[in-house]
């Protein structure tokens, strides 16, 4: 009885945007991009609350147990979805759990070697390695990870081989390749822009089908001579399943209105090397429904096998 109450006069005190990692990553600028403009509209507080832990789960297993009230909404990334693919334990359920509100955006991968090495694009890479086979390697940061997956989809699309070698983060693995330990990398767009225009880094290709606005100099793997390629990455809001469809379309309207017609929000998360791309709270759920199979199927033809968290 109380729920449509909620809905009408909603939201009528503090929200909490969940980052399921620790402060000071993109995710958590973005969501504190969004959390403050979300307070100009609501004119209620919006506070940002950082709960990480096993890459990501122990946050978003927190507001999966949340009141299913609107208050307590998660920002993630496509590691949602990558998550029951890594994890036989995971105490949610990837769709069941939650209620979709909105893709934020996406941003993009970029496939980045040691300047040093005789190869300038993705024809010649492939050539290189397999010349050099197994002898090449490339740096990740974490098992299933994003990058991780993108770079193991290329050995597949191209039948070559690099060995992987484990850091703990993106910068150790950039500062690995400028500094000659490593040959290749799949790395963020907006970890690596600086180095590549220095020329410390040099960019072979973007993992997306299409070319990145924010450096459309650079070519798609895909139209290198590996047609389908595609390895996106993006950031999306959730909220706990059961959230009324009132709260999801009030919040959905509310984040769309911020990054389609705030020039500011726009402009800042373009700098933080991202593009708006929303879509309707159903299209996301979509997406996710799709991917979390997309990426079933990658993890076992790779011959990654789940572990308990």
Known sequence: MCLPANAQDYPNRMLRIVV????????????????????????????VENRGGQAGNVGTNYVAKSPPDGYTILITTIGHVIAPSLWTNLRYDTIKDFEPITMLGESTVLLVVDPKLPVHSVQELVAYAKVNDGKLNYGSSGIGNPLHLSMELFMRSTDTRFVMVPFTNDAQILAGITGGQLHAAMAPFSAARGHVAAGTLRALGTTRLQRWPLSPDIPTIAEQGIPGYNSESWQGFLAPAGTPKEIVERLYAAI??????????????????????????????????????????????????????
């Not at 090397?273 to 993890?299: C, H, M, Q, T, W």
């Open 20 to 47: 399921p990692f620790l402060a000071g990553g993109g995710l958590d600028a973005n969501a504190r991009l969004v959390g403050a403009k979300l307070q100009d509209v609501f004119k209620q507080p919006v506070i």
């Open 256 to 309: 769309k209105q911020i990054m389609t017609s705030d020039d500011d929000a726009m402009a800042r998360y373009r700098a933080a090397g991202s593009i708006p791309l929303l879509n309707r709270p159903e299209e996301f759920a979509r997406r996710i429904e799709l991917e979390v199979a997309y990426f079933k199927d990658l993890a076992q033809k790779i011959g990654l096998k789940p572990k308990a968290e």
